[in-house]
């Protein structure tokens, strides 16, 4: 009796260190089956063990998981994974079993820093409602952002690992892959773990779903010169910060106008300007006359009858301001003098606020929108661009170098008390005012970039005017062409701009 209650003593002192033991995020299964991963475990508190399994004959894995959710600070879910460094791909065809379920249940494609549940990550999630969107967390205990595809319920999905950038595809039946829209940076360090996983989005409930043609590759290492350049035209909330992408394209497109009925937006494109429905589809080219070496300088009336272009197709060839109707239509020539970049109109229509280069210098002019002679507004050395009016017409916001490094400033729409709005360490450009008059929106480089280049690390940040607070909307790769103009929705609740990625 005594050796019975003994063993029985060791046995529960064991199950007790075993328990101990285990990881806080993870309790792990290591198993050969499981085609090219090594190991899979629960992610996080769940109320319902998840489980794996992999058929070598068909190359197919059934991945079953519970979990609240995966966003926020923390994620819960089940996760297959293999341990890996340097640049990764992982593409599979994705399909849940059973209907019903939560919309919001997910599939994912992942790279994570680690098997914690508040580890920075990046992953191609399916949603059981069809959305597809990049989901991401950039800093270990930080909230999770997303960036939505405009392709629902592809046939394949992939994401991919390059330095410190995550890009993700999607295919439909029968289609190659092509760029979902969207990038983020997310540096992951040395070693971390790249799977599938599953998530019911109900803590109560246990989700199911299949992941066939699963390829996990080392990509090749990406060529030093001529990769592919995408562009990507996003919106934002600026309350949850979420991205949604409207178009994808295999070259330079720049600079969204939303026009003010909330229901299209405008860019440039090998010198046209362009017209997408906010729902996507295929762009329109607006009639521009001789004006076809249009800038990314462009903007829409506030009574919503005419366009102001930036063209640079005539005379010496320098950029000058013309007006169309806004559906197309004949160009009119408002400045004489070159080189002039639109950026601004006043809120009663009568005036155009723009950048002159006149004599070597870069300065602030006003001009009549019927036309006629130009006023300059600033005087200070150094370049002073992007001029725009707050919608109450008593500023104009625009950002100067004046102080040694690019600053957001402001002046009385004649030129007067001009003043400085940011003061920071980082370089700011082209500010713009929401329609509300609350917020103002601005591109931001890093100290040590000169000028507004394309292709760079950069951040979208969120000034409120009431108290000149700071916060960051976004951090993307763009720069020229992100956000030259007014991009506002009507609402004042989301703002247009344009990210690019660099392919191999």
């Known amino acids: 009796m005594h050796r019975q209650i003994l063993a029985w003593l060791l046995a529960f002192l064991a199950a007790v260190l075993s328990v101990g033991s285990r990881s806080a995020s993870s309790e792990q299964t290591t198993t050969s089956s499981l085609g090219p991963f090594e190991a899979h475990g629960d992610i996080g508190a769940v109320l319902h063990s998840g489980s794996a399994s992999y058929d070598s004959s068909t190359k197919t894995f059934t991945v079953t998981g519970s979990g609240e959710n995966m966003w926020l600070t923390s994620d819960a879910f089940h996760f297959v994974w293999r341990k890996v460094s340097g640049d990764v791909s992982l593409s599979a065809n994705i399909s849940f079993v059973g209907s019903g379920g939560n919309e919001h249940r997910k599939a994912v494609l992942m790279v994570r820093q680690s098997l914690d549940a508040d580890s920075p990550y990046a992953d191609l999630a399916l949603h059981g409602n069809g959305l597809t969107s990049l989901q991401y967390r950039e800093a270990k205990g930080g909230l999770t952002h997303e960036i939505q595809s405009n392709v629902s319920g592809p046939a394949r999905v992939g994401i991919e690992k390059r330095g410190e950038y995550v890009y993700v595809s999607v295919a439909a039946p029968g289609e190659p892959f092509h760029m979902a829209g969207g990038s983020t940076r997310v540096p992951l360090e040395g070693s971390f773990y790249v799977g599938i996983g599953v998530c019911a ?3 109560d409930a246990v989700e199911k779903a299949l992941f066939s043609n699963v390829e996990l590759l080392t990509p090749a290492a990406a060529p030093a010169a001529n990769p592919k350049l ?3 035209l996003e919106t934002i909330a600026i309350d ?8 994808v394209a295999p070259e330079r497109f720049e600079a969204p106008n939303w026009t003010r009925d909330g229901a299209a937006l405008l860019f440039n ?5 362009e017209r997408i429905p906010l729902a996507g589809g295929t762009p329109e080219t607006i009639e521009t006359g001789f004006a076809t070496q249009c800038n990314n300088d462009h903007g829409i009336s506030p009574d919503s009858q005419w366009l102001a272009i930036s063209d640079q197709s005539q005379a010496d060839h320098r950029s000058l301001i013309y007006i169309v109707p806004i559906h197309g239509g004949t160009p009119r020539r408002v400045t004489q003098k070159s080189p002039s970049y639109w950026h601004g109109w006043s809120p009663d229509g009568k005036t155009l606020a723009f950048v002159g280069e006149r004599r070597g210098e870069f300065d602030i002019y006003a001009i009549p929108f ?5 006023t300059r507004l600033t005087t200070a050395k150094g370049l002073d661009d992007g001029p725009e009016y707050s919608p109450d017409g008593n500023f104009i916001y625009f950002n100067s170098e004046r102080t040694g490094s690019m600053q957001i400033w402001r002046m009385k729409p004649d030129g007067s008390e001009q003043e ?3 003061n920071d360490d980082f370089n700011n450009w082209f ?5 509300d008059g609350e917020w103002m929106v601005f591109l931001t480089y890093d100290k040590s970039v000169t000028g507004h280049p394309e292709n760079k690390d950069v951040m979208l940040r969120l000034m409120s005017l009431r108290d000149r607070k700071i916060t960051v909307l976004a951090k993307l790769f763009g720069g020229q062409g992100t956000i030259n103009v007014p991009s506002w929705s009507p609402d004042s609740k989301q703002l247009a701009f344009v990210s690019y990625q660099l392919i191999p």
């Open 240 to 247: 949850s910060t979420d991205r949604h992408v409207i178009y």
């Open 370 to 374: 019927a036309g006629g002679e130009e």
């Open 201 to 203: 989005h109900d803590k």
């Open 431 to 435: 500010p713009h005012i929401s329609p």
């Open 269 to 273: 494109r090998n010198g046209r300007i």
């Open 230 to 232: 995408y562009s990507t």
């Open 420 to 422: 400085q709005i940011t």
